[in-house]
């Protein structure tokens, strides 16, 4: 199991899932989870990547906004680097690559 932060509270009920397992980092078999949280300054989100064999999170990424659409793993501009793609609620669609062959 996981431990959060007891003072942020979660807007959704539901996670939101990445579309594909990728390798991250030295493990082979790893999903994105994106969380929607509010606490008593702002609204943000974020995502975990999460490896399936070893039970634990070993990467986060910060959001610059929440967003109801998961968290897409493709490559974008077709540049030989895995992206991932959030549309957040400020109107932006946002690509990151991530650090993964």
């Known amino acids: 199991s996981f431990a959060y932060d007891t003072s942020i509270k979660r807007i959704y009920s539901e996670f939101l899932f990445g579309?594909?397992?990728?390798?991250?980092?030295?493990?082979?078999?790893?999903?994105?989870?994106?969380?929607?949280?509010?606490?008593?300054?702002?609204?943000?989100?974020?995502?975990?990547?999460?490896?399936?064999?070893k039970e634990k999170i070993i990467d986060r990424f910060k959001l610059k906004g929440r967003s109801e659409m998961p968290p897409v793993i493709t490559d974008a501009n077709n540049d030989g680097k895995t992206d991932m793609l959030v549309n957040c609620h400020d109107g932006f669609l946002y690509c990151y690559t991530l650090p993964i062959k």
């Open 19 to 53: 579309n594909q397992v990728i390798a991250y980092k030295g493990h082979k078999n790893c999903i994105l989870i994106m969380h929607q949280l509010i606490n008593w300054q702002d609204n943000y989100a974020f995502v975990d990547i999460l490896s399936v064999d």
